[in-house]
């Protein structure tokens, strides 16, 4: 019998191949138009972020990105600079968002506390 501790695994994800990859750990944010985006650590060190939308919106019922940290950063600073290039200020819609009465956090136990980020972000 093994002692090592096993991680706890809140999902997986499979490769083409057929190689089982654990979730370690996600956030979703639950909107009332019942949209749900999430975001979720794999075991090596991978991102994968997925949008659930409505079949009423008219777009694809679920979208998903499986990328490495460094690319999904890269998708950040990419929509951040996009939209400052618009002149929209990101930091404010992202505010606005986060402090919203129209969305919902969930989260694994092992992430941060959600509610303390949000307050830092918003305090700013």
Known sequence: MNNEEQPVSYGEIVKPNGEKLQI????QADYVDNRVISVSTIE??????????????????????????ESAFGLLNAM??????KGVNMEDAVRACAK???VTYRKTP???DVQQAMTKMLDK
Request: avoid cysteine; glycine fraction near 8%.
């Open 44 to 69: 090596n060190g991978s991102v994968l972020l997925a949008v659930e939308n409505p079949a009423s919106t008219g777009r694809n019922t679920r979208n998903q990105m499986w990328l490495s940290a």
């Open 24 to 27: 370690i750990d996600y956030l």
């Open 80 to 85: 951040h600079m996009y939209y400052l290039a």
């Open 110 to 112: 092992n992430l941060g």
């Open 100 to 102: 919203s009465d129209q």
